[in-house]
């Protein structure tokens, strides 16, 4: 396999385990960006530049020590005391981030498809099981085929609400700020979050692919793409009066342009939360299997059966939760790792 081939897929897979939910109905985007306008085209900027330098440290920094695990990377930022306690709270992080997740794909099924909540959960959980037994090829399997849809599909609304747009300098508008602290701090929050989830599938991969050169390019490559993917859905969601009155700003274009795209977003939705659940049970298991060798398939029931426990709880309610308190705490982790010498 080629560099530019190897390198795609570590692209993949970063950006399929950092895209979710929020991601397709534009919640995110609205919440750290587009309410601000031109403020929020500059935050993806800043963003994108974190996803690239710091996505591309902590890769380097994990294969230069070759870590098994996201535990491996704590230690050697925070130290052995201070990173066991970091090793916790992710752990939790991921466990907790995973059950919205998996709620999530429940509800697409029940709100979009009109079908049962559970018929979407265990779906996700035996398909996943099946993805993640094949370890990083089914990683890169699936994200390799993912991402690309969600690139096209993403460029596809924004040209279409482009050539509906009737107001051109809407781009250019800055809106009123309440709180200017939460503005600044808005895209170093979202990268923070996005990244210490990334870890548990990023970390492993880079130790294994042990090639600064691949690592280097599928890094600027993944966060090239999550900057574009953001602007896409940035300048897309800009053309709604009112954006932050939606609870899925994305779904309210889609009702506009309706017919078979409608069937494509649904299809986007659910791969966007699929790649974000075996990303984040995938790094759950390599943080076990340092403790549990050659117990792989029980390491996977037990995860996917607490998910599924968790998972009972409504989605919305889980994601208002459990995403801003860990947003804020991993304003923390993107600072060590940005001030950690490499």
């Known amino acids: 396999m080629n560099k530019w081939s190897s390198a795609f897929q570590v692209a993949a897979v970063y950006v399929g385990t950092v895209v979710g939910a929020g991601f397709a109905t534009g919640k995110e985007a609205v919440e750290f960006f587009t309410q601000y306008g031109f403020l929020g085209l500059i935050g993806i900027l800043v963003s994108g530049y974190l996803f690239i330098h710091l996505g591309t440290k902590m890769m380097m920094i994990s294969m230069d020590i070759q870590a098994e695990s996201y535990e491996d990377l704590q230690r050697y930022i925070f130290g052995e005391k201070l990173g066991h306690f970091v090793n916790v709270f992710v752990l939790i992080m991921l466990l907790g981030v995973s059950a919205v997740m998996l709620s999530g794909s429940g509800a697409v099924f029940e709100e979009q498809l009109h079908l049962p909540k559970q018929l979407g959960v265990l779906l996700t959980v035996f398909v996943g099981i099946f993805v993640i037994l094949l370890g990083t090829k089914g990683l890169f399997l699936v994200n390799s085929f993912v991402v690309p849809l969600m690139i096209v599909f993403n460029l596809g609304i924004l040209s279409i609400s482009l050539m509906n747009l009737e107001e051109p300098t809407i781009f250019l508008r800055v809106p009123e700020v309440q709180n200017i602290w939460k503005l600044l ?94 990303a984040g049970v995938y790094g759950i298991q390599k943080q076990l299997e340092a403790y549990m060798p050659n117990k792989t398939i029980p390491i996977l029931l037990v995860i996917f059966s607490t998910l599924y426990s968790i998972s009972f709880f409504d989605y919305s309610e889980l994601l208002s939760r459990l995403y801003p308190l860990f947003g804020h705490i991993c304003l923390i982790y993107i600072l060590a790792l940005w001030l950690k010498k490499s």
């Open 185 to 278: 701090f808005a895209p170093f929050a979202y990268t923070a979050f996005n990244l210490a989830m990334a870890q548990g599938v990023l970390v492993p991969i880079a130790s294994k692919i042990n090639d600064r050169s691949i690592i280097k390019l599928g890094a600027y490559m993944g966060g090239l793409v999550l900057t574009l993917i953001l602007l896409s859905i940035h300048f897309s969601l800009s053309t709604l009066p009112d954006v932050m009155e939606y609870e899925i700003p994305m779904g309210i274009i889609m009702m506009k342009i309706g017919g078979t795209f409608f069937w494509l977003y649904v299809m986007i939705i659910y791969s966007e939360i699929f790649t974000s659940v075996i």
